[in-house]
């Protein structure tokens, strides 16, 4: 049993979500009551959409990377903690014993909680799950107990799910994902840490009537205002403060531009292919749970066709390397590296709690992100330990012999239950269900249905 479980999430590392995802679709369908051919061409659209995502995605990672390494260069940073970057976080989380199982695991626990009443998520994202495995890989090597580290990752997925139904309506507002909710722990849990940040900023007139969002500054702006055209600028002018040469910045801002048009467009062609499905999930679910409204779960990955989370992601670049200096003397010693390119998936969720602003959704994703870089460090002893116990290949420049991971060790699940677990067990288990308990009231009681940026002027506008 143990040889299937570990063959399994040796498999879903090595096919990633291409191939998994498409395959569940299928399957779900077809429980779900689609016909045969309806839940296979949607199987297949949702594999068309995700190729298109991951191509334009692939060519806006690389081409950050590119810019991001040129700023760690210009900047000559000194920290000598070095970033792995999420690929070999999730081939080391699904390579540990509690990745073996967090699959099986997860998909009884997720549908258990439904059946009880307890969440509206039915997260079918399964690759994902390498985020519970790896907070769970970091409480089992810190605790030496398979059973707490299993314990962990369930935690950090029901967190998952709770947070999908707290910010669901928020994002099929303002994403117009109508049945979609987003259990991506490392995006949902950036949202979670900066709403208070957002409630804060709403009570700043100046800042919550700046409207820097791309339908106002179309209008404002003209073709300037155009996603491919700001694409474009904004590839540009990252660049060239990066130092790179002529030739660099004009292909810099045509990928960038190019990304702006063709992510939405393939998000587009997954929704179609996900339509079909989130409706026969609702009949099904509200046929057997009357009353009751269901939600798919997937990747924030769907979110990154928003020009205001693309723009945000790009500014995150110079923005945390920045973080990363300036936090140096407060204890920083993390270099961002692979992860740069994850800004997207820092910006996907807080977008929508500013309405839409991208100046504000930087402001929140600096905010985020600096609490983050402190606790990637103090993570980095865990994270090395495991990647040397692991063997896995790590493509780091030379001369770093202690590492971390961005997009998950700043994840607050992370390094939160990192923390809780260090306690004495009985006192471990007691808090953490303490946090879940919270964020099971916090859900029922105050889900994200509106703006948490509202203009002034929108807010008089929706009075009259």
Known sequence: MEAILAGIGTFLNNVGPLIALPVVITVLGLILGQKLDSAIRSGLMTAVGFVGIFLTVGLLGDTVFAIGTAFSEATGTGLDIIDIGWPAASALAFGTPVGNVIVPVGIALNIILIFLGLTQTLDIDIWNFWHMAFVGAVVQFITGSFGLGLLAAAISLVMALFLADWSAPLIQKHFKLPGISIPHLQSAGYMLL??????????????????????TTRKRLGLLGEPLVLGVIIGALLAAFAGQSVLDILLTAVNIGAVMVLVPRMVAILMEGLAPVASAARDFMTSRFEGREFYI??????????????????????VEILLAIILAPLGNRTLPFIDLADGPFVAAMLVPLVAGDVLLAVILGAIVMGIGLIFTTLLAPAVTDMVVASGIAVDIPEGYATYTVMSDAAVPASYGLYYIFQTPVGVAIVVSLVILVALYFLKERFPLGEKVIVPEEEAGAAMD
């Open 194 to 215: 900066a709403v208070p940040f957002a409630l804060l900023i709403d009570r700043v007139p100046f800042l919550k009537n700046l409207n820097l969002d791309p339908d």
């Open 297 to 318: 779960g997937l990747d924030s990955a769907i979110l990154i066709g928003n020009p205001s989370v693309i723009a945000a992601g790009l500014l995150m670049v110079p």
